[in-house]
């Protein structure tokens, strides 16, 4: 089946889950197009037995612009970009990114932060952090039309809760390094996501984090309780034509 959510991001992009193919309009440039496979995550979901080191997980597709947007994101050294996550479980464990912490800005001192648009599908963004003896989780239920930050200091990953494709769009400084090591030694986020016996999805507790008490907040992206200075507006058409409004992810 073909998703249409060209609308959406404002660059016509249609993804076919059948072919799990994107196809843009000649003009449009894709730096990076990677796949996401199960031998980069086998430790982080709660069970990855009988899956094949090379099974496809989900799809990333980085620097995206059209031709005549070139210069603009290249002289504020910004960068936009497409996550795909089909809509499957892993043994009961639904779809979900691998999850990381952003470094940390030479001048700020301060982690980046990614500026983040709904397009197609329903899903969580999964945020969390240390506390003393205890973890922050916030678990942000996500929908299209739905455009926020990540923080700083945060870990964040992404999960497909639905039944269609959850694709996502963002902006982030190109220079902004992934840090992926923490997950790897925990084996995952605080929280794994399960299908229940009714098809939602169910919290279940990852026991590597047992040291710590684990709150956990469940949010619409509305009720962030931090700032958001995201207009709800397309993100790739409002940084084309005003890129000082996101002067705060540099």
């Known amino acids: 089946m073909d998703y249409d959510f060209g609308k959406a991001s404002t660059i016509p992009s249609v993804f076919n889950d059948e072919t799990r193919e994107l196809q843009v309009p000649p003009d449009t440039v894709i730096e990076e197009i990677a796949i996401r496979r199960m ?22 597709y980085n620097g995206i612009y059209r031709s005549a947007h070139k210069e603009i994101f290249k002289s504020q050294h ?15 464990e639904m779809m979900k990114a691998h999850g990381h912490i952003h470094g940390v800005h030479p ?4 982690r980046h932060i990614e500026a983040y648009e709904v397009l197609q599908g329903t899903g969580f963004f999964e945020l969390f952090a240390y506390e003393e003896n205890s973890i922050q989780v916030i678990m942000l239920n996500v929908k299209p039309g739905d455009y926020l930050i990540i923080p700083s200091g945060y ?22 390094n992934s840090e992926y090591g923490h997950l790897k030694e925990m084996k995952g986020a605080p929280v794994f996501v399960m299908e229940g016996s009714s098809g939602s999805p169910e919290f279940v507790l990852n026991k590597q984090y047992h040291e710590h008490e684990i709150r956990i907040t ?33």
């Open 39 to 60: 031998k980069d995550m086998r430790e982080l979901f709660r069970n990855s037995v009988d899956y094949e080191d090379d099974y496809p997980l989900y799809y990333m």
């Open 78 to 92: 910004i960068r936009y970009e497409y996550t795909i996550l089909m809509p499957q479980t892993i043994h009961k």
């Open 107 to 110: 001048i700020k001192k301060t």
């Open 155 to 176: 870990y964040h990953l992404s999960i497909n809760t639905g039944k269609d494709p959850f694709i996502f769009g963002d902006l982030i400084i190109e220079d902004a």
């Open 218 to 250: 469940q949010l619409n992206a509305e009720e962030v309780p931090w700032e958001n200075p995201v207009d709800p507006i397309p993100l790739y058409a409002h940084f084309i034509a005003d890129p000082d409004a996101f002067s705060f992810l540099k």
